[in-house]
């Protein structure tokens, strides 16, 4: 059910007629190659999202292989992290927080409380987030990347992200770092497809991308 919902070649033809300026840095970085995850499994994909928050990721990706082996064939699931104790999340590194995080995406992924990818693809933008801001830990910024990188969507503009603030500010020559609600003004005209623009801002900011 995760897959890209527009065609590459039209969005970024779109954007480069749209603003020259970001029309000159799709000549410097070339094609889009954003990848969308396959086939992707809610509690796997949204765990992983809180591990990595507010980590580098050398550290992130080395307590998330810990997680990730408390699980039959190193595999998240929701089953099985329901009967996880706090000590054991605790154990492979994981700060309090986030392990109350995991527990609760765990019992919301199994009540229900948490849609199913395939009933979130229906889903417009606002509802996905609402839903996903249901449970511990995920705030908007972790739903827009799901957005993004898990279901396609092509209109997302993550306004709070600081590489896409020191995109903005490189693309358009601004003195200062944008705030969100002035990357949100700067950023109108490339709707409605803002997730293709926010992936060339990141390029220029030079950074890491989920995918």
């Not at 070649?9 to 029309?23: D, E, I, T």
């Not at 990595?52 to 990706?61: M, P, T, V």
């Not at 950023?187 to 293709?196: C, E, G, I, N, W």
Request: with cysteine; proline share 5%.
């Amino acid at each position: 059910m995760s897959r890209l919902r527009y065609n590459r070649r039209h969005a970024v033809g779109y954007l480069r007629k749209q603003c020259r300026n970001l029309g000159r840095v799709i000549d410097d970085y070339g094609p889009l190659t954003l990848r969308v995850a396959r086939g992707t499994d809610l509690f796997n994909a949204l765990s992983a999202a809180i591990v990595y928050q507010q980590l580098s990721g050398k550290a992130a990706a080395t307590i998330h292989g810990r997680f990730s082996s408390l699980f039959t064939h190193a595999v998240p699931e929701a089953e099985q992290a329901a009967g996880l104790t706090m000590e054991q999340l605790r154990a492979v590194g994981l700060s309090r927080n986030k392990a109350l995080a995991i527990q609760d995406l765990a019992e919301k992924a199994l009540n229900g409380t948490l849609k199913p990818v395939h009933r979130m693809a229906r889903l417009n933008d606002e509802e996905v987030i609402e839903n996903l801001c249901a449970v511990r830990g995920i705030g908007p910024w972790t739903a827009q990347m799901f957005l993004i990188f898990n279901l396609g969507r092509p209109d997302v503009m993550p306004a709070t992200d600081l590489g896409v603030q020191k995109g903005v500010q490189a693309v358009y020559g601004s003195e200062h770092l944008p705030a969100p609600a002035e990357v949100l003004e700067r950023t109108a005209h490339l709707a409605p497809f803002r997730s293709v623009a926010s992936w060339y801002f990141w390029k220029v900011a030079d950074t890491p991308l989920i995918t």
